[in-house]
């Protein structure tokens, strides 16, 4: 055993369900005589991007990313975030019928989101335009584009900014495949020694059962990352995305990923098929 824990980079995105997710860890509570974290946050496409240089030990991705940093990275039982019945939004400054969106031009936070890749896999034609996650509605209000894809705390305050939720991807996915759908995870640097693997698992599943177990008091810390929800929304959006499936994937998850991944490939917005790998 080292004398000193092993300081890593623990690398993921500043909304509040990963700051609830991530709240035993950042905080101490929850801590090893192996492993200590350094907190690095930044929005999860530029994760995406810094994931396929290998820059951190760990980290947030999309699971859209996956197959282009699978051979670097293996993702984590626990630490997803997961919408079961809902997802992310496809926002208009007007009502418009599903079968409109055809040839529009819409605001996306980025290409290697899970959120793009099933915008994608339900309407494959339309001009995507790359802005920050958190300028999209923005985008959408000033008619600088038709609609606009809303992810984090977006998907709860739409409607504040004069928006109406056109398609819900989370509930579309549902409806066509029966999963729920799988939007991020933690990834784990599959050069780190099996011991140092299986302790950063640990340490993840017990931030995220402390969190859950301490609710009140993991919640206030996530409220500073909710970007203006007022704390009823706040307190929802954490629900939604930190729950049985983010503690522990199951089987149902891998499954999800999986046929996400394979109809992405098969539909010629992934370069190659890839299987998922998990490890607890």
Same mark, same amino acid.
């Given at each position: 055993m080292p004398s000193s824990p092993l300081r890593l980079v623990c690398a993921h995105s500043p909304d509040s369900d990963d700051a609830y997710m991530f709240y035993g860890l950042a905080t101490r509570k929850?801590?090893?005589?192996?492993?200590?974290?350094?907190?690095?946050l930044a929005d999860i496409e530029s994760l995406n991007a810094q994931a396929r240089q290998g820059a951190y030990e760990l980290t947030a991705v999309s699971y859209h990313a996956y197959p282009y940093v699978a051979s670097r990275y293996v993702l984590m039982a626990s630490?997803?975030?997961?919408?079961?019945?809902?997802?992310?939004i496809l926002a208009a400054a007007r009502p418009m019928a599903p079968d409109e969106i055809?040839?529009?031009r819409v605001a996306v936070p980025g290409l290697l989101t899970t959120a793009y890749l099933v915008l994608k896999l339900f309407e494959p034609d339309l001009e995507a335009v790359v802005i920050p996650f958190d300028q999209v509605l923005e985008a959408v209000a000033e008619h600088a584009v038709d609609l606009g894809l809303v992810i984090h705390e977006g998907q709860l305050s739409y409607a504040r900014g004069g928006?109406?939720?056109?398609? !819900?991807?989370?509930?579309?996915?549902?409806? %066509?495949?029966?999963?729920?759908?799988?939007?991020? /995870?933690?990834?784990? !640097?599959?050069?780190?020694?099996?011991?140092? %693997?299986?302790?950063?698992?640990?340490?993840?599943? /017990?931030?995220?059962?402390?969190?859950?177990?301490h609710h009140e008091e993991a919640l206030h810390y996530a409220m500073q990352f909710a970007r203006d929800l007022e704390p009823r929304l706040a307190e929802k959006f954490v629900g939604m995305y930190v729950n049985h499936y983010t503690l522990d994937c199951?089987?149902?998850?891998?499954?999800?990923?999986?046929?996400?991944l394979d109809l992405g490939f098969e539909a010629g917005l992934i370069p190659h098929r890839v299987t998922v790998e998990f490890i607890r």
């Open positions: 929850v801590r090893s005589r192996l492993v200590s974290f350094s907190h690095l630490g997803s975030s997961v919408g079961d019945g809902y997802g992310p055809k040839g529009k928006c109406c939720k056109i398609v !819900d991807l989370g509930a579309w996915w549902k409806s %066509q495949h029966g999963l729920p759908l799988p939007l991020g /995870a933690n990834a784990l !640097d599959r050069t780190l020694p099996a011991e140092i %693997q299986a302790e950063c698992c640990r340490l993840m599943r /017990a931030s995220i059962k402390y969190a859950l177990e199951g089987e149902l998850v891998p499954q999800a990923a999986q046929k996400l």
